[in-house]
T-cell receptor, first 116, second 116 residues
Framework: ETGVTQTPRHLVMGMTNKKSLKCEQH?????MYWYKQSAKKPLELMFV???????ENNSVPSRFSPECPNSSHLFLHLHTLQPEDSALYLC???????????????FGDGTRLSIL | GESVGLHLPTLSVQEGDNSIINCAYS??????FIWYKQESGKGPQFIID?????DKRQGQRVTVLLNKTVKHLSLQIAATQPGDSAVYFC???????????????FGTGTRLLVSP
């Protein structure tokens, strides 16, 4: 149990579908992240929410739309995806302090997304 | 650009041996480093971290060594067990930008195979 729960664990969708990925963290953290993990590539940061405010959009296409309604929940809305978007999507959370102390990010087990 | 790399994509060891996984980082201003373990079907799991003002840090059966002179990081696992079989990632925290959030740069990972 990592304290970060992602649903669904697996998702198959067509290119014209709309779906959403959900992430919930039970660690009391104030920052949440979306990452994309493709085969043989390093983890790619997609979005960062710091105190519910989006602070980073790492040049992600607009067909990916994040939403952070509160500090414990994070969504990734998907629309008109492409086959190359098939990957493992990981959510993470961490505790950011005003003093800038270093704390590790804790990951969920991801959603395996397949685009037909 | 910034990058974190691993010297060996696959490391095979016998149960009971000590394992050493290496990592090179490129940003001399990075001040925080993390090792993660990722088992099949799961998200990255935090193992151990180290700040740049330290050279060595020990955990339970694991030790991380940091050599800032050559920008090298290693993870040592003592008495490796079959349950240690996984992909191991190192990550470096890049210098904090204007947003203040923690951006991690990940390597592609080393697969550790432990045979009984």
């Amino acid at each position: 149990e990592t304290g970060v729960t992602q649903t669904p664990r697996h998702l198959v969708m067509g290119m014209t579908n709309k779906k959403s990925l959900k992430c919930e963290q039970h660690l009391g953290h104030n920052a949440m992240y979306w990452y994309k993990q493709s085969a043989k590539k390093p983890l790619e940061l997609m979005f960062v929410y710091n105190f519910k405010e989006q602070t980073e959009n790492n040049s992600v296409p607009s067909r990916f739309s994040p939403e952070c309604p509160n500090s414990s929940h994070l969504f990734l809305h998907l629309h008109t995806l492409q086959p190359e978007d098939s990957a493992l999507y990981l959510c993470a959370s961490s505790q950011l302090t005003r003093g800038g102390s270093n704390q590790p990010q804790h990951f969920g087990d991801g959603t395996r997304l397949s685009i037909l | 650009g910034e990058s974190v790399g691993l010297h060996l994509p696959t490391l095979s060891v016998q149960e009971g041996d000590n394992s050493i996984i290496n990592c090179a980082y490129s940003n001399s201003a990075s001040d925080y480093f993390i090792w993660y373990k990722q088992e099949s079907g799961k998200g990255p799991q935090f193992i151990i971290d180290i700040r740049s003002n330290m050279d060595k840090r020990q955990g339970q059966r694991v030790t991380v060594l940091l050599n800032k002179t050559v920008k090298h990081l290693s993870l040592q696992i003592a008495a490796t067990q079959p349950g240690d079989s996984a992909v191991y990632f190192c990550a470096e925290k890049t210098p904090r930008g204007n947003t203040g959030f923690q951006k991690l740069v990940f390597g592609t990972g080393t697969r550790l195979l432990v045979s009984p």
